[in-house]
């Protein structure tokens, strides 16, 4: 069955073949994306996606498609169309379509697509016992606040750490700790959560800053600051944030075990702290679609 398909302005199916041969995506890696996760038919965080997805589209110079009120009008659209209850969102912005230089005349009419996608979210005992990471350079462009589609390097970093029978890798940059391959990174040591500032190194995560907002309300104290990797081997848990996997516990990191070695005290209060803030916004995201 095919998935559905939203491509400059109509609806289709991704059976149908859409972009052009010089599209500045394709040619250059000129485009951005975002991901969000439905659940029960209803979009989650789909205001901060759309605050994130505007923010790179203005920092890259590439016009924006809509305005947040349209936004959710395609967005809903789409995933009334689909055929299943619970999945992703894929979204992708690229300049547009034009003669392959690389100086880019102004004003191109960007290419817009998003399809919907089912996916196969972790359950109970993954949430529980957690993912192993390795290490690996960070080897990616000087713009990681941007999402951008140019993830040859975490595509390569990833199938390393997959080889290397991990399930994410953790991007290190001169003895610093920047992130996951496709994720956000968290330490808790002595109850104090620690992750990388938000800066040209990390990505500002979605549910990163759920997850930070929810401590801090939480009473726990938060630390964003540089993690050395040498401190790896100090800290009480560890976890990464993203919008397939939430909070999910870090079990390994290059063969140490963290902790015990299953999922923490801090980790696992902050995962029902998001699982219960996912129900919310849904329900306040259907309501004002619903207006």
């Known amino acids: 069955m095919n998935d559905v398909l939203y491509f400059n302005g109509r609806f289709t199916t991704t059976a149908e073949r859409v972009l052009g041969v010089e599209d500045r995506g394709f040619q250059f890696g000129d485009a951005l994306y975002e991901v969000f996760k439905f659940s029960g038919r209803k979009a989650i965080f789909l205001a901060d996606h759309y605050r994130r997805l505007e923010r790179g589209l203005a920092e890259v110079e590439i016009r924006s498609p ?18 299943f209850d619970d999945g992703i969102v894929y979204i992708q912005i690229s300049r547009g379509e034009a003669e392959r230089k690389h100086f880019f005349p102004e004003n191109l009419e960007p290419t817009v697509v998003a399809y919907s996608r089912a996916f196969q979210f972790p359950d109970a005992a993954k949430k529980e016992n957690g993912i192993r990471l390795i290490t690996a350079p960070d080897l990616r462009w000087k ?7 140019n993830l040859l390097a975490n595509a390569l970093s990833k199938k390393k750490a997959q080889r290397a029978g991990a399930d994410e890798v953790l ?24 992750t990388h500032p938000l800066d040209e ?6 549910v990163r800053g759920r997850a930070i907002g929810l401590a801090e309300q939480a009473g726990i104290r938060i630390d964003q600051r540089p993690i050395a990797v040498d401190e790896l081997i100090e800290i009480d848990e560890a976890f990464i944030t993203s919008t397939t996997m939430g909070v999910m516990p870090v079990s390994a990191i290059d063969g140490h075990v963290i902790g015990t070695g299953v999922r923490g005290a801090v980790t696992s209060r902050l995962q029902r702290l998001l ?17």
């Open 171 to 194: 991007l290190v940059d001169d003895g610093i700790v920047r992130e996951g391959g496709s994720s956000n990174f968290f330490v808790v040591r002595d109850g104090e959560v620690i």
């Open 143 to 149: 713009r990681c606040d941007v999402k951008s589609v």
């Open 66 to 83: 809509w305005d947040e009120s349209r936004f959710f009008a395609v967005m809903r659209e789409l995933i009334e169309r689909t055929a």
């Open 275 to 291: 699982d219960a803030d996912e129900v919310a916004d849904a329900a306040v995201t259907q309501a004002s679609s619903a207006v």
């Open 201 to 206: 190194h990390i990505l500002p995560g979605v």
